[in-house]
């Protein structure tokens, strides 16, 4: 079976520009969510989504967004990127169900690099 | 020059003996934890979870064990292999759906 799979692997933008990074969950998992890693650090958490809906926000600024599909992929938006954003970004999926938590499972990460 | 933040604590062990890699948690509510392995470009790999009304849990050559008086949790490799060289991060579920992780681990394994 598929893990989560994350696209694309690696991405270079400039300061200003918007990204987007999509996701697709384990098969069978209807809960995603999005971390951010830099370099050195631990995942920081971003979002998580449920049945399409936002379950959870981290301490990230307005221009972070996301959203998951009636498949239950998901995308993470980010607007007028900062150097500071540059970071490994992970998602995640999980069985998890309403009011539950199960563990997560990552995908490889897409590796964004602004300059 | 060195980067700020790629100073992991690290282990060095040798092959065959076992590791231990500590994690101090912060949240006494907190009630799920995760250890996760993180290999060079990859993400995070999950080793073992427990929950807050056990102790200790073991897994295939992995023990993790949890003290909830001290806020403390540990991940115990048993015969380390080099395949067992990454970072190790330990994670909390408190409150919320999310998981807080810590700083990370690198284990080195040495022939």
């Known amino acids: 079976d598929a893990g989560v799979t994350q696209s694309p692997t690696h991405l270079i933008k400039t300061r200003g520009q918007h990204v987007t990074l999509r996701c697709s969950p384990i098969?069978?998992?209807?809960?995603v969510s999005w971390y951010q890693q830099v370099l050195g650090q631990g995942p920081q958490f971003i979002f998580q989504?449920?049945?399409?809906?936002?379950?959870g926000r981290g301490n990230f600024p307005d221009r972070f967004s996301a959203r998951q599909f009636p498949n239950y992929s998901s995308e993470l938006n980010v607007n007028a990127l900062l150097l500071g954003d540059s970071a490994l970004y992970l998602c995640a999926s999980s069985l998890a169900r309403q009011g539950g938590f199960e563990k997560l499972f990552f995908g490889s990460g897409t590796q964004l690099s602004v300059l | 020059g060195e980067s700020v933040g790629l100073h992991l604590p690290t282990l060095s062990v040798q092959e065959g003996d076992n590791s231990i890699i500590n994690c101090a948690y912060s949240n006494s509510a907190s009630d799920y934890f995760i250890w996760y392995k993180q290999e060079s470009g990859k993400g995070p790999q999950f080793i073992i979870d427990i929950r807050s009304n056990m102790d200790k849990r073991q897994g295939q050559r992995v023990t993790v064990l949890l003290n909830k008086t001290v806020k403390h949790l540990s991940l115990q490799i048993a015969a380390t292999q080099p395949g067992d060289s990454a970072v190790y991060f330990c994670a909390e579920k408190g409150n919320t759906d999310k998981l807080i992780f810590g700083t990370g681990t690198r284990l080195q394994v040495f022939p």
């Open positions: 989504y449920y049945e399409k809906e936002e379950r």
């Open positions: 098969s069978g998992h209807k809960s």
